[in-house]
């Protein structure tokens, strides 16, 4: 049975009172003291004697004590000036008998030096969640801008004028192009240029996420939607670039069974959370990239027909690199002095026969594969100057053009070398025939990484093993 407070000595009650309210003031409903405590009094500069029986307003500085008796509204957590610091009070009116008697108020901290302690510790969470915060935003826009985009080749000029001229509409985009080609950087260039350029540029690669997990990404998911789901739910990426952009990489791997849900939100302007029961509204600009041939998968029944009509409304293809050689120079010499921050270098160029290389090669690999072959050289760079001697064994003595046809036996392949080649250990030998055979594959099934492995004969996880070793994307 509940005794209330009749098993405690009377005696105790004030100290406890103290102890857990910390300081306490209870005025009646004219907002006269009937009792305040010493650790409170001690704070004001006063004593209980003095304090007693007061109005409270005369007591304690920008008191709403009796407001409170007079509205019977309470006021929790709010912020009260008082001798020149700002305490956190809560302050409830008393009730008896459904009438106003008067109130009680308390104030958590019970001394100036303990405020401080808090202070500190609040202002750096604070701080450090404005870092975070910050660190977000910038995050969630756009890095590049058209001027970004390098090149002075007719396709080149004719695609950058076209996203330039499409940038303010709220139209889906779809981004066509080999690996490699720069679609990225287009889909941002575009958001910099759009209406929505201050609001948030979400980039999400529907290739890298396993088919189970792709849908909380992009949708979000509610508390206790499966096991080790976040605590309170977590947004998927249509409610983060929600009236932003919404950049979708590599939709054509994205799953069959995902492509009909992706369309029925573009279609309702609306996300549903998994494990969720209500809709949440989205305004969400749309620009999907693909390397593969969308038009192909449709045909195969891969791909639904009705998404890609929603993605192609505006449908702008990335010319690759062998068809804008004209461009290499630029191109090497703006990723070069992006480069030189990296590796505290300065005034690094490429010699003339080195540029003649670069401008042979076909580059299957496109943009993508420049940069890495540059970045390679400068690991190896001793002066400022790259020279053919630093540049990976696949570009130094070039191989004659040949076609790989599968089913051809290697024996009846005539190769007719330009020059002499010379020799190389067994070991850079074979990396050097191996990593140009899967360039080749990569080339001729314009980027499909499993379609390679086939023509290769060899298992996917191995090719993709091969692609990290030789430093191919």
Known sequence: MYQGFEGIPNEWHEQIINLL?????????????LYINEAYCEFLGTTVKEALHRPVQDVIENTRMHIVSETGQKELATLHPINGSEMIANRYPLVVDGEIVGALGTVMFRSPEEWRMYKTKIQGLVEELKYYKTKVEKDLK??????????????????????????????????????????????????????????????????????????????????????????????????????????????????????SKLLRVLQEKEVQRVGGQKSIAVDVRIIAATHRDLEKLVEEGTFRQDLYY??????????????????????????????????????????????????????????????????????????????????????????PETNFVKGANPQNLQMTPKKPLPIFSLKETVAFVEKEAILNALEMTNGNKQEAAKLLEIGKTSFYEKCKLYTIR
Not at 157 to 181: F, P, W
């Open 21 to 33: 309210a910390e300081r306490i003031v209870v005025t009646d409903h004219d907002g006269m003291i």
């Open 142 to 259: 756009s890095k590049y801008q058209f001027n970004d985009l390098i090149g002075i080749s007719p396709p080149f000029l004719s695609t950058k004028k076209l996203a330039e001229r499409i940038s303010g509409s709220n139209s889906s985009v779809l981004l066509i192009g080999d690996s490699g080609t720069g679609k990225e950087l287009f889909a941002h260039a575009i958001h910099h240029s759009s209406m929505r350029t201050s609001l948030p540029f979400v980039a999400i690669n529907c290739a890298s996420i396993p088919e189970h997990l792709l849908e909380s990404e992009l949708f979000g998911y509610d508390d206790g939607a499966f096991t080790g789901a976040k605590k309170g739910g977590k947004k998927g990426q249509f409610e983060i670039a929600n009236n932003g952009t919404l950049f979708l990489d590599e939709i054509g791997d994205m799953p069959l069974s995902m492509q």
């Open 310 to 399: 929603r993605l192609n409304v505006i449908k702008i293809e990335i010319p690759p690199l062998r068809r804008r050689k004209e461009d290499i120079p630029l191109i090497s010499q703006s990723l070069l002095k992006k480069m030189e921050g990296k590796f505290y270098r300065k005034g690094i160029e490429l010699s003339a026969e080195v540029e003649e290389r670069l401008m042979q090669h076909s580059w299957p690999g496109n943009v993508r594969e420049l940069e890495n072959v540059l970045e390679r050289s400068i690991n190896v760079l001793d002066g400022k100057t790259i020279e053919v001697v630093h540049l990976p064994l696949y570009l130094r003595d070039r191989e």
